[in-house]
């Protein structure tokens, strides 16, 4: 998943496709670089590592003009070197591209244009692409890009220039994020509209298999047929103060503390004013289908499987609906057994997981609806989707997640009270309980951060080891396993999470006095089973974190260290007790001296298989 942004105007190119690419970081950060047309030459300058290092490059070689691309890169094809970063050129010099994606071909075309007496510098299947553009290039660019195109199977977001056309801009889109910006005087296009809501907030979303022409004579879409489609203006409501890291030395700090505004933001206008019901008007004409649906199966990536996790304890045990869960890229390919009543739902913060949205395509295809849980609203999976709902986290940058988690499981509590309504299977006394503790959860988040310097204090006492083991029972485990998640992403410490009881079968040989354990001991019909899990760790030497409730005071005597979160009910205190765990994570990163808000090798959304 890497970001590409492009730029043709009065202006000047470079400064706003740097300034564009630094937002989209979060997508990729191996390698970055930037080609800017001038008078009829096309230079590139890359460097491997961040923005921060082409910047230094480019202090020794500025470049002018008024039309450019840019890309920062997350390696698929070649490791992360200076030949293998973006923009890619012909070898004449021609036509220079940047790509997001995966050509899923380009060995064969490769082996083709090798035959034909084209050579490669690098290991991409970018430059196979480019050099295909270069083969049908006779100076019509668009022209050229389709015929490359309808030879290419697989993913792209795609920019391409050409020094013969100083004006004009060519994208495409097959599968990976790609929009437009229309500015006075001047266009934009990007990965993510983040690159350039600072200049524009009119943006068009192509569609998969659209490619845009965008030059003097205004914006032309066609579709890889060539026929001219049409296309929708859309007025973007980010403001771009949100995605400023303010006061906050990370944007993972800055989300975590976002979450009590985002979970309220996600139950507004969701509960009923009697306090008796969830409310879904987008559900509404789904409604008698929901009613008959018999399973459901989730299928999500990383964080979002876990929230698909403790969605599967609450409908089981609250709207008493059979649930699996699925590691998306495993559901896609296990021939999964589904029919017109099974629900699947999946889960995402970017709406564009690939996996995920694939996962979507063979649903569909095997007769099942997607209702889907996504963040990004105008993303891949919320189009792709038979019913969407969101969560309103706002824009999330850090890699790792925390305000969308928090707000997915704020969702599930309320599909959980909607669903078991809707079906009879939840008393309206119980629906209003839950929802009561709902409306609770923003302010009892506000209420950890008070255990803030609590939590920085136990970081730095255990940021030295290299191993942590998580545990919880429940809706406590997919909780360990996301505070597992999100210890080893950031500080690289290898971290697992397991379920308590799984102690005795396995994991209590690792543990010693180098190997801390965290344990999930809030209130809940299992603390007790939870002691006695503690205990067995103790008579092992093993250090102790327990993240407890208040009212547990009996934790004290036997966890090294005790994080309170505010008494609640189990499923609630499932939403809380992540909390702390972002919390630590973060300090023993930063403890560390880790990059949390762009850990190595990972990016915010992976658009690759
Ligand atoms: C979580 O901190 C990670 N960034 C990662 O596991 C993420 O949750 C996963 O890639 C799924 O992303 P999505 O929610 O955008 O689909």
Redesign the pocket.
Known sequence: MCGIVAYSGSGDALPVILDGLKYLEYRGYDSAGVAILNDGRIETVRAVGKISALEQKLKKQTLKGRLGIGHTRWATHGHPSLENSHPHGTADGRIVAVHNGIIENFNVLKNQLLSEGIAFQSETDTEVLVALIGKYYAGDLEQAVRAALNEVTGTYALAVIARDRPDELVVAKKASPLCIGLGRGEVFAASDALAFIKHTNKAVYLKDGEIATLGPQGLVVKNLQGKKVSYKITELSLDPASIEKGEYPHYMLKEIYEQPRAVQDTLDGRISPQNDGALFAELEKHQEYLIGVNKIVIA???????AGLVAKYLLEKHARIPVEVDY?AEFRYRYPVLDEKTLVM????????AD?IAAIGEAQALGARVLSIV??PAST?ARDSDMVVYTYAGREIG????K??TT?LAVICLLTVYLGRLRSSMSEEYAAGMLQNLKRVPNEIAKIFGEVEHIKKIAGAFARHSNVLYLGRGVGFPIAL?GA??LK?ISYIHAEGYPAAEMKHGPIALIDENMPTVVLAFKGRRYEKILGNIMEVKARKGRLIAIASESNDDIDRVADEVIRIPDATESISAVLAVIPLQLLAYYIAVEKGCSVDQPRN?A???TVE
């Open positions: 999500a990536c990383g964080t979002s499987w876990h998306a999946t889960i995402s913060q970017s709406g564009e997981t995920t963040n990004m999976i890699v790792a997640s925390t969308a988690f997915q996301e998640l999100k992403e990972l915010k959304s992976v």
